[in-house]
């Protein structure tokens, strides 16, 4: 990674969100959306195309965010709750029988 202003470069293995595997055109469309609430109307404005091109180009992006991600483990909302003390540990660990049982 570089920063494009200082020049400061740090390398190794970096975990990258969703988001963040997106190109920044995408990325940029995205924020764009979030921004005007979901309004296709305001896209259609703001990027000069049509409703179906912002409907194409959303399902682009959701296609590609479903490629980049992962579903949590099934077991990571009973350890998170564990962990903040809202299970007792018997309480967790019945819950996790439970969701072993369920996958069988």
Sequence with gaps: MTCPS????????????ALGKLSE??????IAFV????SLKKMESLFGISYPTVKNRLNAISAALDKN???PAPNL????QLSRGELTV??????LSEAGEGEK
Excluded: M, N, P, T
């Design 25 to 30: 055109e995408d990325q940029a469309f995205v």
């Design 69 to 71: 991600f992962e579903a």
């Design 90 to 95: 018997d309480e967790a660990l019945e819950r």
């Design 6 to 17: 200082c020049k400061l470069a740090i390398e190794g293995e970096f975990e990258v969100s």
């Design 77 to 80: 909302y009973v350890l998170e």
């Design 35 to 38: 921004r005007h609430h979901g």
